[in-house]
Structure formats: structure tokens, C-alpha cells
């Protein structure tokens, strides 16, 4: 299969943020033409491994509600809702 791939960049990226007791799989992007591919998907289930690699149990992530691409993502991957963060936003 041939992709049109934008020049001199990279798709897509995610990262696992392995230590102490919050594992975190976050930061994961994938440029507009590349998305719809299951990119997102991939970047995220590859965190997940380096984690369980690593010795955890339990993993979490963050989503803005408003971007309903990645909460499927994530939602079909086992991530739930939790209690505890809020994001706070003021105009400056």
C-alpha cells in the first residue's frame, strides 16, 4: 500500500511514561492527513506494551472530552472515565 506522506515528517507519535506509582500512555498525535489509518491506535497499544515491559498493572490517560477520535481510541483500548482531574482554565 502507497501513502502520500507530507514531506519530511513523522505521522504520529505517542509515549509511555513509565515510574512511580502513575504509569501514564499520553501525548499521542497523528497528523491529519495520516489519520482514519488506526495510527492513533497503534501508537497508544505499543505505549501500553513498554508499560506491562515495565512491570505495570494499571495505566492511565487524558482526553479532552470534545475530541471524540481519541476517546474512541482510548475507550476501545479499556480506558474508563475516572474520578479525580479536572482541568481548570482562566483568561489571562
Known amino acids: ?9 513523522i505521522p504520529g507519535r505517542g509515549a509511555a511514561h ?11 498525535g497523528v497528523l ?7 495510527l492513533a491506535r497503534a501508537l497508544k497499544t505499543h505505549a501500553a506494551h513498554r508499560l ?7 495505566a492511565h490517560t487524558e482526553a479532552e472530552a470534545a475530541n471524540a477520535a481519541m476517546v474512541a481510541v482510548s475507550s476501545a483500548l479499556g480506558h474508563r472515565w475516572g474520578r479525580g482531574h479536572h482541568r481548570l482554565v482562566t483568561g489571562l
Open 32 to 38: 491529519r492527513p495520516w489519520r482514519g489509518r488506526g
Open 18 to 28: 513509565p515510574g512511580g506509582g502513575a504509569r501514564h500512555v499520553g501525548h499521542t
Open 1 to 9: 500500500m502507497r501513502f502520500n506522506r507530507p514531506a519530511s515528517r
Open 52 to 58: 506491562v515491559a515495565d512491570g505495570a498493572r494499571t
